[in-house]
């Protein structure tokens, strides 16, 4: 009686660590992921993109799509693919829960005049600033890096490119070349 009674507490002892253990496993792997994303998924800005912050929804799609191969990426389709949808849809959990941090960036009087110009067909879905998605899958732009915002529109620019999102290459492919970097440039200074 006294064995099975102690294997019982053994066992229920090790059951409520496995929340733990979980956690635990989800902060490794998040780990990873701040190489290049930044601690917490703040980045430091270039090419790499800010996640922290932004919905489960929007990066778990993204995430899922670069594990399909339905969205290109130079190293992210390669990387995700060894992780279980049940991992891409718990660090999407992990690094929506990080407040978002715009990232300080500096645009002159003119790029701010002509940014907001230039961004106003973006505003219907990412808000006047970039940070007010309209939905859960449309990503924050306030204080994203401007260089990768910048290389993201050229890739919804190039028909050879493998993206998503056909309202986004619509309206990037409409855009002036030189507008790009102005958009990117107008969303990236943003800190609201």
């Known amino acids: 009686m006294r064995r ?3 294997l019982a ?7 409520s660590t496995l929340p733990a253990l979980a956690a635990d496993s989800i902060d490794a792997l998040a780990r990873t992921c701040n190489n290049c994303h930044g601690v917490n998924g703040v980045s430091a800005g270039g090419a790499m993109p800010s996640i ?3 919905s489960a929804a929007y990066l778990k799609q993204v995430m899922m799509q670069w594990k399909t191969g339905e969205r290109a990426a130079a190293t992210m389709n390669r990387l995700i693919k060894g992780y279980s949808d049940d991992q891409i849809a ?3 959990t992990y690094f929506a829960a990080k407040p978002w941090t715009p990232i300080p960036q500096k645009a002159s ?3 701010m005049a002509k940014g907001k110009e230039v961004t106003d067909k973006c505003s219907s ?23 990768f ?20 290459i619509k ?8 507008d790009v970097g102005i958009a990117a440039q107008y969303f990236g200074s943003q800190s609201k």
């Open 109 to 111: 009087a003119e790029v």
């Open 9 to 15: 507490m053994m066992v229920c002892l090790g059951l």
């Open 149 to 168: 915002m910048h290389l993201e529109l050229d890739k919804y620019r190039d028909a050879g490119f493998k993206m998503t999102h056909k309202k986004m």
């Open 90 to 92: 718990e660090l999407a």
């Open 4 to 6: 099975k009674s102690t």
């Open 52 to 54: 922290g912050g932004q």
């Open 125 to 147: 879905c990412h808000g006047d600033t970039g940070g007010q998605p309209d939905d859960e899958l449309t990503p924050r732009l306030n204080g994203q890096s401007a260089m």
């Open 171 to 178: 309206s990037a492919t409409k855009m002036e070349e030189a």
